[in-house]
């Protein structure tokens, strides 16, 4: 008893020839349709590399949906697809390549386009025949892994129907097929691959930058009477505490003498696990003399452990280097793996790193507490909010905030942006009238609404462009506001929202994120002077100082 046959959408040795010939036509119109989106305008310049795994993936799916539509049709007309004629086939190929030379012109129309708007070189020709290979690599392995699980599934239901009726047999073939693939992939595939991972990354998390040398100096985590010491601080570790503007570089900013940053770090490796590390980071913060500093800032990194360096950098100019800075690495992961793995050891460092370190300032009289502050970006981000059930609860606990890159799962930013003043976009949004929060893409919005803002003062700098703040699943299937809204000042108005093409386009445009000019995507340099300046302005401090400040960030690209 063969109980698939009458349901193979594309052909197999067994199907009729008609069937084989007439559902595949509809394969390819999918597949061509979903090609041309793919090259419709999105957040960043895209080069071949990542445009081609888009559009290679956007045929596969358009393949798919395809052979889909073309089987309900003829189920529906209750008839069998008869043999594609020779003209409709010539006619296909003509419009496929017509459309598709069409498209790509517009596409690099486009690209040139928003090249020139963030400063990005545009592409060499060559770049067109790469862009063409890379999609029929990928769309060829999709392709075969696809016809595997569907002979995966057509033997199982063979074997199945022997003792159920065929449709049922054929049914449940797909789905025992369907269960053991994600079992595997969630199960054995996921452990392998996160353990092949985690060893491979560790061994990067090992290795030394030209530019770090170990400190002379005991304000350095790592150095003379450190509790920690300089290889268990691991890679982004020891990038952090050598780095950084010296007394030297201070003084000559400020006209004043200036003292040596504080900057305290523990590595991964440093203790047993995410709550043992805090306490040791703030038994190396007070040991280093950190609680005895005018600024106090904690810090939630990225999965490597990496911190913005003008972030940390542009706090000590503000504060002439009277400022102690604390940080913990929690993963060896990069960013973008620890942000679909491990976003839960992010929110467990970034809560328990805080606790501890208000626990201990808390014990201190008040007028002998530093100006306590929390910062960080991207994943770093999402981490430091777990420590504040909301922007009021930010404002009561610290005396300012400053969160970059945010990512669209962080639940404090996202309940502001939800509940945003009515009138303002996605991208850049108000939250009551801007009291205590402002979002802003560049400096200019802080001064935004023209309202009195108080203090403590949080702000989220984030750009219209970026496709870390701007990429969750909704993509697939649900259109945004910030393409329904107005739109940034560096989003093209020609990008619109696809169905599953837009989710493919931010999700490649996040591989590139910080592949562009500052100011755009996922970089962020000079605003980061003008928002601290904002949040813990020195009585002396000027709007002069500030653009000095910021020529200094740029010099840290």
Not at 239 to 259: C, E, M, Y
Not at 517 to 524: I, K, L, Q, R, V
């Amino acid at each position: 008893m063969n109980s698939t046959r009458g349901l193979d959408p594309e052909g197999s040795d067994t199907a009729p020839a008609s069937r084989r010939r007439g559902f595949p036509l509809g394969g390819a119109i999918g597949a061509l349709v979903l090609v041309w989106l793919s090259l419709t305008p999105s957040l960043l310049p895209r080069g071949p590399l990542f445009q081609g795994v888009v559009t290679g993936a956007a045929a596969a799916i358009g393949y798919g949906l395809g052979l889909a539509a073309a089987a309900l049709v003829w189920w529906m007309l209750q008839r069998e697809p008869g043999p594609t004629p020779a003209v409709v086939r010539w006619g296909l190929g003509i419009v496929a390549v017509v459309g598709t030379v069409t498209v790509l012109a517009w596409y690099a129309d486009w690209q040139s386009d928003l090249r020139s708007l963030m400063g990005v070189s545009g592409l060499a020709w060559h770049a067109y025949p790469i862009i063409v290979a890379i999609s029929a690599v990928v769309f060829a392995v999709l392709l075969a892994v696809s016809r595997l699980c569907w002979a995966l599934s057509r033997w199982v239901g063979g074997l199945l129907g022997r003792v159920l009726p065929p449709r049922v047999a054929a049914v449940l073939g797909g789905v025992v097929v369907a269960v053991v693939a994600v079992a595997a992939i969630n199960g054995v595939v996921a452990d392998v691959a996160m353990s092949v991972l985690n060893e491979t990354f560790k061994a990067v998390n090992q290795e030394d930058s030209a530019d770090t040398e170990e400190p002379v100096v005991p304000e350095r985590s790592g150095g003379p009477g450190s509790l920690v010491s300089w290889d268990s601080l691991g890679r982004q570790g020891r990038i952090f505490v050598a780095n950084g503007p010296t007394p030297r570089d201070l003084t000559v900013f400020s006209g004043k003498p200036a003292r040596e940053p504080i900057r305290v770090y523990t590595g991964l490796d440093s203790a047993e696990n995410i709550r043992a590390e805090a306490d040791l980071a703030v038994a190396e913060l007070r040991r280093a003399g950190g609680f005895d500093r005018a600024v106090l800032g904690v810090a939630t990194t990225t999965g490597t452990g990496w911190i913005n360096e003008p972030t940390a950098s542009a706090l000590e100019y503000l504060a002439n280097g009277d400022s102690a800075l604390v940080s913990m690495q929690y993963s060896y992961l990069p960013s973008w793996l620890s942000f679909v793995v491990d976003q839960e050891r992010a929110r467990q460092a970034g809560q328990a790193l805080f606790e501890a370190v208000h626990a201990e300032w808390d014990t201190l009289p008040e007028d002998r507490r530093p100006q306590l502050v929390v910062f960080g970006e991207s994943l770093g981000s999402f981490g430091g909010e777990a420590a504040f059930a909301g922007i009021q609860d930010m404002a009561a606990r610290t005396d300012g905030v400053l969160f970059v890159g945010p990512t669209a799962t962080n639940p404090v930013w996202r309940d502001a942006t939800a509940r945003r003043d009515p009138g303002s976009p996605q991208w850049l949004p108000i939250y009551r009238d801007g009291h205590t929060v402002r979002f802003i893409a560049g400096a200019p919005d802080l001064a935004r609404p023209d309202s009195a803002w108080g203090s403590p003062r949080v702000v989220y700098l984030q750009h219209a462009s970026d496709p870390i703040t701007w990429w969750t699943p909704q993509l697939l299937f649900q259109k945004p506001d910030w393409l329904r809204e107005e739109r940034g000042p560096d989003v093209l108005p020609s990008t619109r929202w696809i169905p599953v093409v837009t989710f493919l386009q931010v999700s490649a445009d996040m591989a590139v994120s910080t592949d562009v000019p500052d100011g755009h995507g996922h970089t962020f340099h000079a605003d980061i002077a003008d928002a601290w300046a904002a949040i813990l302005p020195p009585a002396d401090w000027t709007p002069a100082d500030t653009e000095r400040l910021r020529a200094v960030l740029r010099g840290t690209e």
